[in-house]
């Protein structure tokens, strides 16, 4: 009856615990963007320095300006869109305000920087001439617009070459049970893991006696037999996730295996096959080794050759143009990447299965 | 719709052999079920009948032609499978039209017929929507729509229930049932659940270990198992078993001796549904137990007793326990049962265990003792 003293039961402070946690909560954010942010800096640097150079004159001061004026802008820019995305919830009118930042920033922009941006540096986009020296180096340098259309052609037909072959072996080995399948996978690991490059020598001799040195079907081989591994056993893994129960549905509804194929399967590995794309071209639009191993003479230049030869001057690299054809380098492969960002998300190595 | 026979079909996987030779008839119209625990080869029949898979011995035939050479997408069976296999990337109308895409058929007449089978499982409304948009009891709507609208020789339903939920098992057990009867479609249901077996066909095979255990009505299975594997599989609460010796006309259960109908040697088992046993006063009965759980039901009360044989369930109707723990209880039931099995499992047909009520000599003995 009188025990209810016996027992102090210690009141709860709710509004002490109340306190800590939001400064958990607080400090955890804070913790986080810090971090992310510095994590960014330097992978978003090199981007930024490409972008500013390749539209400012080689004069070091006006370089130099920009570079500093565009990095307070866009430090700007960051914190007061950070603010607004922590405190979207609160505000009346977020939309308008994001609004108000973009026009700020634009204007700051339009103001500070603009004024001593050109385009010099992109001349080499409408002349073949690019060392203004007279026509000294017009013979070495192809036109870009023809390094480009190299490359195109040399990541397109890899594309197209890996993707025909890898698709319908990706998709034996998934379905179908046959003597040494395990042994064959571990191969394709093996083979994927096999660094190119000690290859180099011997590819180089194997294509001079097939005739296909200097050539851009040669490479286009080459590459293609390299990436075969890797997109065989990526798709391999998206085949895999299609159930057996779908084809045999589909069998019994009247379809041929072929016809199953096509209209069954294939549109369920779509995000697959458009991420295993993606990658096969990104490796052919980059690549430089083989290139420039296997393409004796220049005539039929890629960009990464281009690249490279835009840099290597007696005079001196012009780093402003080096810049310039950075980003039309760049260009292609970020539009890509926009339209193929949330199939290549999508991706997931699977293991080896039996 | 056809008349299914198959003729000592069997398959072997290499060296495995899952399916023993087995002869079975399935007449025009009629609903069967293939009934057994998993493993026991009745998806493999099933997949034999639809041509996914090629027997290794025997012959499948449709209306008395072999269908053994015959494709799969030439022999026309409808199948619903356990994961409803939609085509995710096709809408709810092209599923359902995607067996019509290869039979040479007016665009009109098949879009008919596409409503025809939607409206046929009420999804009419949902024709414009992807699969994945679909609740699991709209999936297997569609899954059987699209096996439907094929008009096809046979339909076959691969574990279809199993993956809805309770209340919708039962609502879709009714409506597959009505849907069969008034269509008339030559249906074969695989399953491992006894209640969709018995409540939905017209005859159940009892399938194990892969060959055919006992095929009948459900009644037959239910009341006349061939074996112990029948009797156990069919029923829930399972049957009693209990152990006992015979030895000419007697029985020796535990410590109960217990007279026989006819003479037999040997170990026998005795197989009693727990709804048959009716519980009486000790006197009154040759078997006494003890209450050692109770367990209301609702409807009815489970318990079970504790005998010199052996645990012992009994259901009992009614809504309490007329009995309390530790009560001694006596089990008597109907003549003609128990069941008895020899040592191999087999029924004995002819064969009965008496536990009838003792008739006592006189009304005053049951009076109770003060």
Redesign the interface.
Known sequence: MANHALVAVPSTDWARLERRGLVNRTGLLTAVIVFLTVVSMPLLLPYLWLAVKSFTTSDDRIGHLVLWRVGLIAVLAYAGALILALSTARLRHPALLWFALAAVVVLLTAVFVLPHLTLANYRFLWHRDIGETGTSRQDLMPSVWAALTSSLLLAVAQTTLVMLTATPAAYALSRFAFAGRENLLRGLLLLHAFPALALTVAIFVQLHYMGLLNALPGVVLVMSALELPFAIFILKGFFDTVPWDIEMSALTDGATRSQVFRLIVLPQVRGGLIAVATFTFLRGWEEYVFVQTLLIDKSQMTMSLYLFYVAQDSMGADYGMVAAVGMVYLLPVLILYVFTQKYITQMNFGGIKG | MARITLENVSKSWGETQVLQPMNLEIAEGEFVALLGPSGCGKSTTL?LL???YAPTGGTIAFDGHSVNRID????????V???Y?????LTVRQNIA??L???SMPRDEAARRVTEAANLVQIGALLDRRPAQLSGGQQQRVALA?ALV?EPNVLLLDEPLSNLDATLRTAMRAELKSLQKRLGITTLIVTHDQIEATTMADRVICMNAGAIAQIGSPADLYRRPNDLFVAGFIGSPPMNRLTATASDRRAQIGTTTLALSAGHDGDITLGIRPEDIALVAPEAARLVGEVAVIEPMGREVFYTLSTSAGALNVLEHGETARHALGDRVGLTCKPGLPLVFDEQGRRIADLSVDLSPVALVSAGQLEPQS
């Open positions: 997949f639809a041509g996914l799969t997408r030439d022999r026309n069976v409808g199948i499978f356990q994961s296999a939609l085509y995710p990337n995607f067996p895409r290869f039979k699209r094929k």
